[in-house]
């Protein structure tokens, strides 16, 4: 069973993330998704306002049919030596230090690493700024 694992915070939970996990499936037999949990999102974005508690974002994840399997982290290059997965996705997007080290570690481990671009017109700063406007 090849398994493919991705990451992210998904706060409002939108049809680019679905078609994240749907095109991540595509890689592979069985989708692992990591959920960045608040206090380390907070730390690294100070800026940013969750709409969506941790357990709320975790809950929605789940209940998408192409995820097998939801876990929680807090930092990138910890969480991939502690998940057992064969295929990384990542966003064109996820391009921070520790992701870099994250997709080298991967590499090294012979695990394959695939890049996805973004779903063109969708992603939760733009779904807020359009809920301000209104």
Known sequence: MKKVFTVGVFDLLHFGHVELFRRAKQYGDYLIVAVQDDETVLKYKPEAKLVCPIT??????????????????????????????????????????????????????????????????ISSSILKNLIKQK
């Open 56 to 121: 709320d974002r975790v809950y929605m994840v789940d209940a998408i049919k192409y995820v097998d399997q939801v876990v929680i982290y807090k930092d990138i290059d910890a969480i991939v030596r502690q998940v057992d997965f064969d295929v990384f996705v990542v966003g064109e997007d996820q391009t921070h230090d520790g992701f870099v080290l994250a997709k080298e570690y991967c590499r090294k481990q012979g695990r394959e690493v695939v890049v996805l671009p973004r779903t063109e017109g």
